[in-house]
């Protein structure tokens, strides 16, 4: 199984402001993802990279950006936060065993004021 | 394109008593199918997954589910509930069509009673 750390768990900033989510993996896995989750709601892919230097939009547009210049890391920013933006944010990643299964980070809880 | 259903938002069930929660799904080629559950706050853990072999998946937790092609679906049982097991739990299917992009269910929330 996959460890699967985010940065930070919570967060808490005013609009306007610039800021970056943490996914880290230990695992050497190839891909990894991240998802949007509002409060009770279904999860949805905004990004995915299958590799360095691969990073690819998911079904649900975002005004995010991602990069992946290292395997274990992949960073999610946002330029300008907006009251929009807040939301919970789940980070995963699959190796090609075991039919990509996807093994999810603990999540960053995100609010802007 | 593919899709899930959960079609319960919310069941609620007794310590001890029975659990079976329900997924259908649309895809179409061969599914790769996984359960997954969500305690508040927290990312999702896998519960078990279906790629192919017995249709009976045994997970942790002491949850199982079958996969039945002929009904697109793949429920989520467990014989005897705990109160730990109250929490928010979503199937997804994917596979090698899709490029093994996960498409999840609305979810259904389980409401433990002692």
């Known amino acids: 199984e996959a460890d699967i750390y985010q940065t930070p768990r919570y967060l808490v900033i005013g609009t306007g402001k610039k800021i970056t989510l943490e996914c880290s993996q230990t695992m050497g896995h190839d891909k990894m993802y991240w998802y949007q989750q509002d409060p009770g709601m279904e999860l949805h892919l905004i990004h995915y990279?299958?590799?360095?230097?691969?990073?690819e939009k998911g079904d649900l547009s975002s005004e995010s950006t991602v990069s992946r210049i290292r395997t274990e890391h992949f960073p999610l920013t946002l330029e300008s936060a907006r009251p929009s933006h807040t939301s919970q944010y789940l980070c995963?990643?699959?190796?090609?065993?075991?039919?990509?299964?996807?093994?999810f980070g603990p999540g960053t809880r995100l609010t802007v004021l | 394109a593919q899709s899930v259903t959960q079609p319960d938002i919310h069941i609620t069930v007794s310590e001890g008593a029975s659990l079976e929660l329900r997924c259908n799904y649309s895809y179409g080629a061969t599914p790769y199918l996984f359960w997954y559950v969500q305690s508040p706050g927290q990312g999702l853990q896998l519960l078990l997954k279906?790629?192919?072999?017995?249709?009976l998946v045994q997970g942790i937790k002491g949850f199982e589910a079958e996969f039945k092609r002929s009904q697109s679906s793949f429920n989520l049982r467990k014989p005897s509930v705990h109160w730990s097991d109250a929490a928010e739990y979503f199937c997804?299917?994917?596979?090698?069509?899709?490029?093994?992009?996960?498409?999840f269910g609305g979810g259904t929330r389980v409401l433990v009673k002692p």
């Open positions: 279906y790629f192919s072999g017995d249709t």
């Open positions: 997804a299917v994917g596979g090698e069509a899709a490029g093994n992009k996960l498409t």
């Open positions: 990279s299958y590799g360095v230097n691969s990073t």
């Open positions: 995963a990643s699959s190796d090609r065993a075991g039919a990509d299964t996807q093994y």
